[in-house]
């Protein structure tokens, strides 16, 4: 099955993808809500991307005291019931990934569900659409390992590899305009990079 | 176990020449069906004009000494063999993707059941005292498997081969080519 996968030399840690997130999922621009988080460890220079990976054999389907965290087994999807969650917390520190999130406006513990309605137009989720970089992709595990292999082969023969580029004026109003379009919610180009700055201090302060 | 050193595959890439026996032959060894690819020929394209050239590398497991895959993996499926073999235990794998995420070279492979299966270096045939399916059969002998100060030993001994042939810095030019 497709997933979410991060290519941190990509990423300039512009926080789009968190913002996209949190304004799909909760009608507000709220990093912490975010169902994909990436990490820095006490930098602004990304590591990983916290995001559902949708194990084989989740640990939160069996920690899940209700039984409210379902594997699909033909879609391969994990999706969660989250209207009787009682938010015990188990999923989020059985999760491996670190992918569990606490989202307050639901009254649950969420985690990503790949935009699924989204995919039944059969186009990828938003935090990999809107993604300025090129960092997110949605992609087979094969095809991640292809370009994994493909990158450091590249790194091998020529001298110098690429830098993440911060995104310019141009990009940030595309993404405004993209969110206005997605969730008809208004975010001035100018509100998002304030967003980004938040988010940046906070990071390098250690979250 | 004690002493048994830590063996690598080296890819000698001035002579790699992109037959892709080496990827045939780890499918037919380890009975891989269509998807997982233990080991890849990678194409990379540099210089123009006169310099151009097209570059091979084969990517199989670098079986890292610190190996980033086995420090990612929760649920220990990962390990490294006292000779330095990172090999799975594919009935503890939970199928969670964090190896692949860790891994530099894209070495995770996942295939029809979900779990993690990777390139072993062949354990089966180094337990025995062969050389794994990749090295044994590349036509160009550019993959080697050995400690790395025997891997020395022979680039050494190549070098000076190609020294004695075409001049002391013969080979040297070509990597400047190559770059």
Known sequence: MKRIAFDPARCAFCGACMMACSLIKTGRIDPSLSRIRIETAGSTHPLRAAVCTHCEEPACVTACMRGIIDKNETSGLVTRRFEDCFRCAACLVSCPVGAVVEDETRKAFVACDLCLPDREDGRDPLCVRICPGGA???????????????????????????????????????????????????????????????????????? | MEGRQQRILYIDTQRCMGCRACETVCKLENDLPAGPRYTMVTE?????????????????????????????????????????????????CIGCHECLMACPFGVPQFGANGRMQKCTMCVHRIDDGALPACAANCPAEAILCDTPEQISATLRLRYSYNAAAYGPFASLLRQEVIQ
């Open chain 2, 44 to 92: 990379v394209e540099t210089g123009s004009g006169s310099t151009e050239r097209l570059n091979f590398l084969p990517v199989p497991c670098q079986h890292c000494a610190d190996a980033p895959c086995v420090k990612a993996c929760p649920t220990g499926a990962l390990y490294k063999r006292t000779d330095g073999i990172v090999l799975v235990e594919q009935s503890r």
């Open chain 1, 136 to 207: 997110l992709r949605f992609e087979e595990e094969s095809e991640a390992s292809v370009l994994a292999r493909n990158r450091y082969a590249i790194s091998m023969f020529t001298e110098k590899p690429q830098e993440a580029q911060d995104p310019d004026d141009g990009q940030w109003e595309a993404i405004s305009r993209m969110l206005a379009e997605e969730i008809g919610l208004l975010a001035d180009a100018g509100d998002l990079k304030a967003h980004r700055d938040a988010l940046r201090k906070a990071a390098e302060e250690g979250m």
